[in-house]
């Protein structure tokens, strides 16, 4: 490891501790750590967190090294999680994936974000579309007893090259039956409400093909037993690759969804999952 490591941060003021990391493939890991107590969010909003970098080599100063990641817990989770990709090279994510617990992260206390309930206008039926580990607001978000509250049925849809990449969303899902709150608040059977559509496409699963094209063929409908989506009663969020979201905008755009903001809330929303 170089200079650079998880646990050269403890003098920051936005430093924070991990509590719990999980490997899932060679690409993929998610942590938790500990939440910062003046820290609210809104379920699918990001912050920056990240490491110190290594020290300049005139001045020997070290600046952080930060990115933006969704918060993959829900907005009442007294712990943080965080779903990451790992790139060999990758400035931040080379260093990030080898953090273990009692190791520091930076974190700074500002989160932001378009993938907030706030952002649409009610509906009856939401669609969560996810590629890689653009699943991670979803994860929160399906979390959030918002979103049960605001809709008869969620419907997600993730997409990933292979289908290891699939078992963090996976464990998400069964892990739903099984929440506390959600049972408590919405009620049981809450997830029920959830349709579940984890695709692959380069390598053999239950169900191969990017999701923009098994829309285009009806098959996701049709493998669902659900209408094609409608502006009247629909509400999405889009997020992952950025040529997957730019695809899938345009589709939602031909079935006459509005993209929506905080500011001015619509039917649909997207945002990019952040890489290194
Ligand atoms: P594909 O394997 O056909 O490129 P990545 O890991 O590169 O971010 O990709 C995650 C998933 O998103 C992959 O399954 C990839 O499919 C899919 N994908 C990439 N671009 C698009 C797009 N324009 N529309 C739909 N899915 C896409």
Redo the contacts with the bound molecule.
């Keep these: 490891m170089t200079q650079a490591t998880a646990t050269k941060v403890p003098t920051l003021p936005d430093a924070q501790t991990v509590t719990q990391v999980e490997h899932y493939t060679d ?1 993929l890991f998610s942590f938790r750590c500990t939440r910062p107590a003046t820290l609210r969010f809104r379920s699918g909003e990001f912050v920056m967190i990240g490491l110190m970098g290594d020290p300049d080599p005139k001045t020997g100063k070290q600046k952080p090294l930060l990115r933006a990641y969704s918060i993959a817990s829900p907005s009442w989770d007294e712990e943080l999680e965080f779903y990451s ?1 790992k790139v060999p090279d990758g400035p931040l994510t080379s260093r990030l994936q080898h953090i273990t617990p009692g190791d520091q992260i930076i974190l700074r206390p500002k989160p932001v974000g378009t993938l907030v309930h706030d952002a649409l206008l009610p509906g009856k039926r939401i669609w969560f579309f996810a ?4 699943f991670a607001p979803f994860a929160s978000l399906l979390r959030e007893p918002q979103t049960y509250e605001d809709y008869d049925e969620i419907i997600i849809t993730h ?3 292979e289908a290891g ?1 699939l078992t963090y969303g996976r464990n998400i899902i069964e892990s739903l039956k099984e929440d506390e709150l959600l049972n408590e608040v919405i009620g049981d059977g809450f997830w029920k409400k959830i349709k579940y559509y984890p ?4 390598e053999q699963s239950d169900k191969m093909g ?4 098994l829309m285009r063929s009806g098959e996701v409908y049709s493998d669902l037993g659900v209408d094609p989506l409608r502006p009247e009663t629909d509400r999405a969020m889009i997020c ?9 905008k345009d589709m939602l755009e031909e079935y006459g969804l509005e993209e929506g903001a905080n500011s001015k809330p619509a039917q649909y929303v997207v945002e990019k ?1 952040f ?1 290194d």
């Design positions: 690409r990709i590629t890689g580990t653009g997409t990933c090259r990449e695709t692959t496409t380069r990017r999701i923009t094209d992952g690759n950025l040529a997957f979201n730019l695809e899938l999952a890489l």
